[in-house]
């Protein structure tokens, strides 16, 4: 797993070009909107990279507020 990549969908970065109005192409780089979200696996509060769209459509659950990382 990469340290661009979401835990949940594995959206990662992409590739493409800047085109301006001459046509010139500048190669560029888009990166996700990752978050960091503590989960609980297995009884124990993980740190995680979560992309915003997962988080706000609720495919993981966020570990409560006031509990220590492991």
């Not at 070009?17 to 996700?32: F, G, I, M, T, Y």
Request: aromatic share 4%.
């Amino acid at each position: 797993m990469s340290g661009k990549e979401c835990y949940v969908c594995k959206k990662g970065v992409s590739f493409g070009n800047n085109v301006s109005h001459a046509n010139n192409k500048l190669r560029r780089v888009w990166k996700p909107n990752l978050q960091v979200a503590r989960i609980l696996i297995d009884d124990k509060i993980t740190k995680i990279k979560v992309c915003t769209r997962c988080l706000s459509a609720g495919k993981i659950q966020r570990a409560p507020r006031g509990t220590r990382v492991a």
